[in-house]
């Protein structure tokens, strides 16, 4: 919480900290952030909250270790399946609708890349750096797309629109943007919030923010409290995984494609479901097939504009090598971003494989990161927008070296 009572995320899920780090991945809002700025080009960047699997998503399926790292994920029928994309690497196939994109030159990845975020694994900080653009926890506390704005000749407000939803922190500074939610539900069953009220009642900045958080929601209607806390965990938690689906995803890419098309130029939103601890073959395809109705809503609703376009998908941090007991993988570093849009250069994998023996992991654990993830956003801030590598070293990311950054675009 602010010092003026605002509710934070990081406050809020910290609160509620019982229900483990899946809410941390799974946020109960998806909010869209937009600006508009100079130029032709469109750039949209998708928070994948909860730490995609990057060796799942894009698999180095020449890698001879890999298939003993993940026994149980990439058993026979599993490998049967995935899509082809280079003699090294291959697709999952929960996104074949995208396969078409590599194809096209559209659709392009980047692989063993991460921020500056080591060791300690946590989704909060780990999330916090990737939408500040710092080096350090703490070090900045505005996002990297807002001090990017700042340098950017010609931005301007656009028309607020609905305002309820928490904003996304890679957009949130001085430079002020728009703010849009769809019109779904809060995500937190009336008996939750029924909960959490009786919780903080004795807590007055909580209390006054969380009324004000019901308030933009709706109202309680009379609903009665629930009887266990068992009950009410249970009803979080399936608010958690319902929030963002039932269209409301859907409805975000598409209102930011309708934005896109007129001034605005740069869009954020996140997705969630990428904590994949257990069950990740089951877990990991229903998040893949959201980040692809997403993609696909964008070309769909942009059109010709699609050509002007670059998506990027960027998450906190990789996971482990090795699947675990559970049928999942743990939190881990080196991950992949995914790209798309008809200003990219792609049908490439880009960046440099590190290698999946002993030797080559992090800690014995994780994908070794060689790259930058804020190396390929400043890429495309310097390819889309024009702006410079001293400010993009110097203020947008800082502590970043651009030297030998990526050519990713047209």
Known sequence: MTKNGTLTRRAFLTRTGALGCSIAASPLITPIALAAAPGDHRL???????AMDGLDVVRPVGAPEYAALRPGLFAEGNRDETLPLTDFFGL??????LHPLWAAGELGFAHAVSTPYRDKRSHFDGQDILETGGADIGAARDGWLNRALG???GTSLRTAFAVGREEMLVLAGRNEV????????FGLTPQSQLLLARMYREAPLFRDSLDEAMALAGSLDGQAAPESYAET????MQSVKSAGRGGGLEKVARFAAEQLLGETRIASFSINGWDTHAGQSRGL????RDLETAILTLKSGLGAVWGKTLVLAITEFGRTARENGTGGTDHGTGGAMVMAGGALKGGQVYGNWPGLDDL???????LQPTGDVRAYAGAALAGLFG???SDLEATVFPGLDMAGAPRILL
Not at 92 to 97: D, E, F, K, M, R
Not at 233 to 236: E, N
């Open 151 to 153: 340098l950017m000749q």
């Open 92 to 97: 999952h196939p929960a996104l074949a609708g």
């Open 233 to 236: 965990r249970d009803a979080m």
């Open 285 to 288: 395809p229903r998040a893949l």
């Open 360 to 366: 080559d992991l992090y800690q014995a654990r994780d």
């Open 178 to 185: 728009s703010q849009w939610a769809p019109d779904m539900a």
């Open 387 to 389: 702006l410079g590598r």
């Open 44 to 50: 949209v960047v998708i928070i994948l909250r909860g």
